[in-house]
């Protein structure tokens, strides 16, 4: 299967192929983008043979789709090679597609993923911190105003973030997810978890009556050498089915 062929490359226009993930990262090629580049190629592999999988893939080549798209094919890849059976894009009772219906034996469980780009209109220095982060991965010297950013995560207050999680995620998502079996809502943001942030969650999840929605996945894309922020798993404890991660 070609996706980023020389065809692909032509078609491109110029802002995209300066912020293509892909495109930039055939263009440095350094260890760090070269890695990139592999683990994606692996996950393209691990989904292509699925019905539906390469709708999925072609979504890739879109720089302005490319980060929902690959965050979806990060996910399916993995749950794939835990062994489960994956339909993509099923009909749930609601006559709604969500991302994914897997299944192991008996065990079935909906799968909806959402994804959040930079909160620019609340972080206007998004882009500058970025190129720190990037800096950062790539071993490269930070000046010491820069090195006090980073053990940080972005400075924005949770609450900021976490109502656009809950308005447009955990409320939107636990829609398009099948209520007559138990579903797992992942969700990608792009700050560092807190324990601020997980009891806010752990309480909006109690208050409200999501009960097909068994846990709430929260991975989180900033992290650098020294510190890894930890990703939120939270059950919900309201739950019609309870699901038991290991």
């Not at 079935?108 to 970025?130: A, D, N, T």
């Not at 609450?159 to 809950?166: A, G, P, Q, S, T």
Request: net charge positive.
């Amino acid at each position: 299967i070609k996706i980023f062929d020389e065809k692909w490359f032509k078609n491109l226009t110029e802002e995209s192929i300066i912020s293509h993930q892909v495109s930039k990262s055939l263009e440095r090629r350094d260890l760090l983008s070269l890695e990139f580049l592999a683990n994606l190629g692996l996950d393209i592999l691990e989904i292509k043979s699925l019905p539906k999988g390469k709708n999925l893939i072609n979504k890739l080549k879109h720089a302005e789709n490319y980060w929902g798209a690959y965050f979806e094919v990060s996910i399916i890849a993995m749950i794939k090679r835990h062994g489960y059976s994956v339909e993509l894009e099923p009909l749930t009772q609601n006559r709604r597609r969500c991302e994914a219906r897997i299944n192991k034996g008996k065990e079935i469980i909906y799968l909806e993923c959402k994804y959040f780009s930079w909160p620019s209109k609340k972080f206007p220095e998004g882009e500058r911190w970025m190129n720190i982060y990037y800096k950062n991965l790539r071993g490269e010297p930070l000046p010491e105003e820069e090195m006090k950013i980073m053990p940080n995560g972005i400075p924005i207050d949770w609450k900021d973030e976490l109502k656009d999680i809950v308005d447009k995620a955990i409320e939107t998502g636990s829609e398009q997810l099948d209520k007559n079996f138990p579903g797992i809502l992942f969700i990608e943001s792009p700050l560092a978890s807190n324990s601020k942030a997980h009891q806010h969650l752990e309480d909006f999840l109690s208050k409200n009556k999501i009960e097909h929605l068994s846990a709430l996945v929260i991975l989180n894309k900033v992290y650098n050498k020294k510190i890894r922020y930890e990703n939120i798993i939270i059950q919900n404890p309201g739950a019609s089915w309870k699901w038991k991660y290991e």
